[in-house]
């Protein structure tokens, strides 16, 4: 399954360091659960794009994932970006 993350950041964010912050999250997350999951994060796909940075979670197990979105590393890392986002959508893809 994958979980996708859409983030719009406010004006004046910086948002090379919220992707850094994704990142390293990801991948201690990662580690920690030592799963295979291959994270993506698109950043401004397209000039007019309504979402500023996108990472997918791709975890074949529903169970996983949602161990995996519920982790302590996993929200405290979103709620410490979240004066950066003004607007976030979530939707998974069986």
């Not at 992707?19 to 950043?43: A, F, G, H, M």
Request: overall charge negative; aromatic content about 12%.
């Amino acid at each position: 399954m994958k979980h996708y993350e859409m983030l719009k950041l406010r004006a004046g964010a910086d948002v090379t360091s919220v992707q850094e912050k994704v990142w390293k999250t990801l991948e201690k997350l990662d580690k920690k659960y030592d799963w295979l999951n291959y994270p993506v994060i698109c950043r401004d796909c397209k000039p007019d794009a309504a979402w500023t940075i996108m990472f997918i979670v791709d975890i074949e197990d529903e169970a996983k994932l949602e161990d995996y979105l519920s982790d302590e590393g996993f929200v405290k890392a979103m709620n410490a970006i979240g004066a950066d986002v003004i607007a976030r959508s979530t939707f998974d893809h069986y």
